[in-house]
């Protein structure tokens, strides 16, 4: 494009900027009549980063920084470019201007650059309700993002943020938990607005609950976006998943009323009743001392409050999600267990176990007196 013409549009711009943005131009106008695009590019990056400069960032993009596309970093390139896309006019539009984005930077040297866009395509083929090209488009940038030693932060929040959306569409919960909390763990909790950040851990929350393969919560649990709905109409949901690692019944008897708030709670509450049962399964388990895990079908009822009939399911359920590691004797109807999974403890929990601690060392320096008193001489303390 013609030197003048640029910097004719230049000085328009200015003019019609506001006038604390006013400064920006002249730096602008100053770096690229110096060819300095290092220092241009970040000048922009901040200017679009304003809210007042949201009726400029289309024209500037199209008219001024497609002339010098080629000689800045291609990521900051389209991080410029994603920044426009928000001012055009719907998502039809929105989708023509990325694709030709990523086709720009679809280059051996910018693949970062070029799944950066990608995705950010495919999050608006999924606005559009066209799941199967955003999958395309997000398995295409999957497989790129693999063969990576390194990449921008934002480039993984950006994939994970998108992958997630995409698995809370289609309702598959657990590869959404997964993608959201991958998503959090790229970026500082403080950039989300208070409204997005509870609503992650809602959506969080409702997915790790109706999941049927997230049974430990912890990573959940232990990440403060939780938090966030602390003293809201949300508390409950918050309760609710502390209830279900501790497998307390009673608690969650107390919580079950609220289920009814949340249309996909209520659609899974049958299921929801039987992960609680698992769960105080697996803490009844966890409560005893290793050689006293030989529970009759009784006991796991009463801890339980399954059914007697059901209790052998309950067990092989267990079993085949790998909660528990063990055997069923269905003739004197005992179940041993010699294992059981992992879990985020809570302070009632930690507590127990320096009770039974406490039990373990006493026990150890009852049998070092008992063979100190029969070894006599034989035994050297």
């Keep these: ?157 950006s994939f994970y943020r998108t992958n997630a959306s995409y698995y809370q569409g289609k309702h598959d919960f657990a590869a959404y938990y997964k993608n959201a909390l991958l998503y959090l763990a790229c970026i500082d909790l403080k950039t989300l607005s208070h409204d997005d950040t509870q609503g992650r851990a809602y959506d969080l929350s409702v997915a790790a609950l109706i999941s049927d393969s997230i049974y430990n919560f912890g990573e959940l649990l232990l990440h403060p976006i939780l938090d966030s709905l602390t003293s809201t109409e949300h508390a409950w949901l918050r309760d609710l998943l502390f209830a279900f690692n501790r497998g307390d019944l009673a608690a969650y008897n107390v919580l079950e009323n609220n289920i009814s708030k949340c249309p996909l709670l209520e659609e899974h509450k049958t299921f929801l009743w039987q992960k609680i049962s698992l769960s105080a399964l697996t803490e009844a388990v966890f409560r005893r001392p290793p050689h006293d895990r030989a ?12 059914q007697p009939q059901e209790i052998e399911i309950l067990i092989m359920k267990a079993l085949s999600l790998g909660l528990v590691r063990g055997s069923i004797d269905q003739v004197a109807e005992i179940a041993k267990i010699n294992w059981v999974q992992p879990k985020v403890l809570d302070m009632k929990q930690i507590d127990n176990m320096r009770v039974r601690l406490k039990d373990w060392d006493s026990s150890v320096n009852q049998l070092g007196h008992w063979i100190e008193g029969v070894g006599k001489d034989v035994w050297a303390a």
């Design 1 to 157: 494009m013609d030197p003048e013409v640029i910097s004719n549009f230049l000085v328009e711009q200015r003019e019609a900027a506001p006038e604390n943005l006013q400064q920006n131009f002249l730096d602008i106008e100053d770096y690229w009549d110096r060819k300095l695009w290092h220092q241009l590019t970040d000048t922009l990056i901040t200017y679009y980063h304003d809210p007042a400069s949201s009726s400029q960032r289309l024209p500037l993009f199209r008219r001024f920084i497609l002339s010098f596309a080629e000689k800045i970093n291609q990521l900051k390139f389209v991080s410029l470019g994603l920044s426009a896309a928000t001012q055009c006019s719907d998502d039809h539009e929105r989708l023509t201007f990325l694709t030709d984005l990523t086709e720009k930077v679809d280059k051996p040297s910018s693949q970062d650059a070029y799944v950066y866009s990608l995705v950010a395509a495919s999050e608006v083929k999924l606005r559009l309700q066209d799941y199967d090209g955003a999958r395309k488009d997000l398995d295409k940038a999957e497989s790129i993002l693999d063969t990576f030693d390194s990449v921008e932060t934002e480039v993984h929040a």
């Design 295 to 306: 529970m009759t079908f009784a006991t796991i009822a009463r801890e339980t409050h399954v």
